[in-house]
Structure formats: structure tokens, C-alpha cells
């Protein structure tokens, strides 16, 4: 069975609702959808969301931290030809 939620417009909005700790009934209320449906996709869906919006968080931290180094390294580069071209 297809879950109502995952296929629904404002999944995004609801997803976002749930992690926030808005409560079923208010979620349910604004959105239209079914109490029942929410705790199923709560149990079911939301943890694998998560874990795939932390991994993508990771991922983008990873991502400038190697840019920051990458910056150091060009800055050391910089500072090393400067140095050798005062000496020259
Ligand atoms: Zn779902």
C-alpha cells in the first residue's frame, strides 16, 4: 500500500511539521489527511528522510572543509612564491 503521504503535494510541509513536534491532530487538521496515515508515515518514512538529510549535511560540511583546505594550501602557495621572489 502506498503511503498518502509520501504521495501527497504537501509532503514537504508535512514532513517538516512532524520534525518540528507539531501534533497529529494539528498536522492532520491543516492538511487534511488522516491521523493514522501520519503515524505510519512517522514510523516508516520520516527516519529514513532524516538520514538522508544528515547525510547530505555531512556531506556539504565534507565538502568545505575540503574547500577551506584547498584555500589554506593556495594561501600557503602565495605566501611561499612571495617569499621567494623577495629574495630574488
Ligand atoms: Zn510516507
Known amino acids: 500500500m502506498v503511503c498518502k503521504i509520501c504521495r501527497s503535494e504537501k509532503r514537504k510541509q508535512i514532513d ?18 488522516s491521523k ?8 516508516n518514512h520520516i527516519p529514513a528522510i ?7 549535511t555531512e556531506a556539504a560540511n565534507a565538502d568545505t572543509l575540503l574547500a577551506r583546505i584547498q584555500k589554506l594550501i593556495d594561501d600557503g602557495q602565495d605566501i611561499l612564491k612571495r617569499a621567494k621572489r623577495a629574495k630574488e
Open 50 to 56: 532524516l538520514a538522508a538529510a544528515k547525510e547530505a
Open 36 to 43: 493514522t496515515g501520519l503515524i505510519r508515515h512517522q514510523a
Open 16 to 33: 517538516k511539521a512532524l520534525v518540528d513536534g507539531a501534533s497529529l491532530r494539528t498536522i492532520a487538521d491543516r492538511f487534511r489527511v
